[in-house]
């Protein structure tokens, strides 16, 4: 399967061929870039994601299992800010 990045408003997200939002948005562009690489290393064996609702925002994503249940905006918000 193939991915690329595409601009959402100031943001950056990783999307399919289809055009769907596999991940994001980010703030960064090199974020975006590292979900990029991080997809495209995907063993084709794995199965496939499944897609979740966010538990802290209405937004829909790709989850990588029962751990993973929020998004990637909510979960850089979540995390404190080095000084």
Known sequence: MSFHIAPVGDCFA???ADGE???GPFVKR???A??????NKRDPEQPETAKRKCMCC???FHSQGAHHRMCDRCRQK???VAL
Do not use: Y
């Open 58 to 60: 209405p937004t829909m």
């Open 34 to 39: 590292q979900k990029l690489r991080q997809l």
């Open 14 to 16: 990783v999307k399919d």
């Open 30 to 32: 090199e974020r975006a």
């Open 78 to 80: 979540s995390q404190p």
């Open 21 to 23: 939002t596999i991940g």
